[in-house]
């Protein structure tokens, strides 16, 4: 059975119990819900809103955090059976390293700030948006070293990112700090590491001199 794909059609704040969402097939009582890498339980029928269909839920469930979510938000719903949820099957014990880093996933249907990694986790920043966007990154924290941010683009809009003091420190206003992203498809940014207070990009050669364009052919 395949899961129901929708989004948000509200922004869901901290607190809230209920997401608004623009679809109702395939939504059950007890179905498995997932929002930018949270994952909350359907716990009664959803009732039908102007707005939307609002479904009552549990948040923060299997160990994952309520956090406020923008309207856009992808949304995946479906029975916590479903095997594409890729869940363990009962009785079946997995043992993780210790201190493994956490990889965090914000979705953004607006211009603004791109949230950084808390200190010791990874960030994914997906800009889901079919207008450009003006997001802007800023400079991380020192107690941040070592963690790795991406940023996804629907491929909708150009949209462009702005580093608040360019790649690995180059400085603002006109050395590696915006980079625009294709509007005719999908791209994956990254990953950028923060070392030393500044976002490095990783490259396949140093840059050199002038560089204008660094592209990448998929064949």
């Known amino acids: 059975?395949?899961?129901?794909?929708?989004?948000?059609?509200?922004?869901?704040?901290?607190?809230?119990?209920?997401?608004?969402?623009?679809?109702?097939?395939?939504?059950?009582?007890?179905?498995?819900?997932?929002?930018?890498g949270e994952v909350m339980q359907v716990i009664q029928?959803?009732?039908?809103?102007?707005?939307?269909?609002r479904v009552p839920v549990l948040r923060g469930q299997n160990g994952t955090v309520a956090l406020a979510r923008p309207?856009?938000?992808?949304?995946?719903?479906?029975?916590?059976?479903?095997?594409?949820?890729?869940?363990q099957a009962p009785q079946t014990y997995v043992q993780y390293p210790i201190a493994t880093p956490a990889r965090e996933r914000r979705?953004?249907?607006?211009?603004?700030?791109?949230?950084?990694?808390?200190?010791?986790?990874?960030?994914?920043a997906m800009l889901n948006s079919t207008t450009i966007l003006a997001m802007t990154v800023a400079d991380p924290p020192t107690a941040a070293d070592?963690?790795?941010?991406?940023?996804a683009s629907n491929g909708a809009a150009a949209h462009t990112i702005t580093f608040a003091t360019g790649l690995s420190g180059t400085g603002a206003s006109g050395s590696y700090d915006v980079i625009t992203?294709?509007?005719?498809?999908?791209?994956?940014?990254?990953p950028f590491m923060a070392?030393?207070?500044?976002?490095?990009?990783?490259?396949?050669?140093?840059?050199?001199?002038?560089?204008t364009n660094i592209t990448a052919t998929v064949a």
């Open 71 to 87: 309207s856009g938000a992808k949304v995946r719903i479906g029975p916590a059976s479903d095997t594409e949820w890729g869940s």
């Open 195 to 211: 070392v030393n207070g500044f976002w490095q990009a990783a490259v396949a050669v140093p840059m050199a001199g002038t560089v």
């Open 181 to 190: 992203v294709n509007a005719t498809g999908p791209v994956l940014l990254g």
């Open 107 to 124: 979705s953004y249907s607006a211009a603004g700030a791109i949230t950084l990694p808390t200190p010791g986790n990874d960030m994914i």
């Open 146 to 151: 070592g963690s790795l941010l991406w940023i």
């Open 45 to 53: 029928t959803y009732s039908a809103s102007v707005n939307g269909v």
């Open 1 to 36: 059975m395949a899961l129901t794909n929708t989004t948000l059609a509200s922004a869901l704040a901290i607190g809230d119990s209920v997401i608004v969402v623009a679809a109702s097939t395939g939504i059950g009582p007890r179905d498995k819900v997932e929002i930018d």
